[in-house]
């Protein structure tokens, strides 16, 4: 029986330790990524291509505007037509997919990385994340925050400043702390 490693571990939404060797040869890989990455301007096209399709997962040809901070990278999956605006932080310890023409504003932060809540897997070192998956067409505005395991159906809009604690309906949309459906305008 082979043994299940921390990345998969990780990926999976299982316990795993954050200091494991391959992870930490994986974070550098991705800080070297990123500080080159944000080092670039506009204009520099070639080298944004060539550094993102390094870091991503899928990059599709996703426009990101520096700075953007990742744990990893490789969990991250662009739809074609996406687009995030300045600052994002995606912590991409599980998964996070990212529907086609999907827009995302300055300073949203997604992320999947949690700890468990019992303090004795804590002071163990014990770490866990779950999935994001945001649709197509969807409309994030700056400063918004996904939570670990939320989904965010097609067409959906957060607003700016929210806090997304539970799951989006395609078409809704939600603004506040936590982030609340808006009454129809109908």
């Given at each position: 029986?082979?043994?299940?490693?921390?990345?998969?571990?990780?990926?999976?939404?299982?316990?795993?330790?954050?200091?494991?060797?391959?992870?930490?040869?994986?974070?550098?890989?991705?800080?070297?990524?990123?500080?080159?990455?944000?080092?670039?301007?506009?204009?520099?096209?070639?080298?944004?291509?060539?550094?993102?399709?390094?870091?991503?997962?899928?990059?599709?040809?996703?426009?990101?505007?520096?700075?953007?901070?990742?744990d990893?990278?490789?969990?991250?999956h662009?739809?074609?037509?996406?687009?995030?605006?300045?600052?994002?932080?995606?912590?991409?310890?599980?998964?996070?997919?990212?529907?086609?023409?999907?827009?995302?504003?300055?300073?949203?932060?997604i992320?999947?990385?949690?700890h468990?809540?019992?303090?004795?897997?804590?002071?163990?070192?014990?770490?866990?994340?779950?999935?994001?998956?945001?649709?197509?067409?969807?409309?994030?505005?700056?400063?918004?925050?996904?939570?670990?395991?939320?989904?965010?159906?097609?067409?959906?809009?957060?607003?700016?400043?929210?806090?997304?604690?539970r799951?989006v309906?395609?078409?809704?949309?939600?603004?506040?702390?936590?982030?609340?459906?808006?009454a129809?305008?109908d």
């Open positions: 029986m082979t043994q299940t490693s921390q990345k998969d571990r990780m990926i999976a939404g299982e316990l795993y330790r954050a200091g494991d060797p391959e992870l930490v040869a994986a974070r550098k890989r991705a800080q070297g990524l990123m500080r080159a990455y944000n080092q670039t301007v506009y204009g520099d096209d070639d080298a944004r291509k060539q550094l993102l399709g390094a870091l991503l997962g899928t990059h599709n040809g996703a426009v990101i505007r520096p700075p953007f901070y990742v990893y990278g490789f969990n991250i662009c739809g074609s037509g996406v687009f995030l605006n300045y600052g994002c932080v995606l912590l991409d310890v599980c998964p996070i997919h990212i529907g086609a023409g999907t827009q995302i504003g300055p300073g949203t932060q992320l999947t990385a949690d468990p809540r019992d303090p004795a897997q804590r002071a163990e070192g014990l770490e866990m994340g779950q999935p994001i998956t945001i649709g197509a067409n969807v409309w994030i505005g700056g400063g918004a925050l996904l939570l670990p395991g939320v989904t965010i159906g097609d067409d959906a809009v957060v607003g700016a400043g929210a806090v997304v604690t799951d309906a395609a078409g809704q949309t939600v603004v506040g702390n936590p982030a609340r459906p808006l129809s305008l």
